[in-house]
Nanobody, 127 residues
């Protein structure tokens, strides 16, 4: 069993920045990979970024590459998503999720591979 708690969402103007955090707990959390997904109203859930707990293996969706950074925080099993140069199209509920399994791009980017999800945090970017 893994518990995930997100924080850090909010309202920001286009071009601004936000920092999301995902704190993971549970006896076996070290065995999981972590990713961020997002879901905008009326749209399907979308992969955003993925990393291992070493913090050394980030992978990003093309839509956020160069603007977002997924990195391990100094706190144990906390992964942050730093979002810069935010755009209105980044508006969504952001979720962190963890999975076991193969270290492959299809597995990283498919929400079906993830067994545990946080409650989500709203990010709203105004134009």
């Amino acid at each position: 069993q893994v518990q995930l708690v997100e924080s850090g969402g909010g309202l920001v103007q286009a071009g601004g920045s936000l920092r999301l955090s995902c704190s993971a707990s549970g006896r076996t959390v070290s065995a999981y990979f972590l990713a961020w997904f997002r879901q905008a109203p009326g749209k399907e859930r979308e992969f955003v970024a993925h990393n291992t707990w070493s913090g050394l293996n980030p992978y990003y969706a093309e839509s956020v590459k160069g603007r977002f950074t997924i990195a391990k925080d100094s706190a144990s099993y906390t992964m942050v998503l730093r979002m810069n140069d935010l755009k209105p199209e980044d508006t969504a509920v952001y979720y962190c999720a963890v999975r076991r399994g193969p270290f492959t791009i299809p597995a990283m980017t498919s929400g079906r591979e993830y067994g545990y999800w946080g409650q989500g945090t709203q990010v709203t970017v105004s134009s």
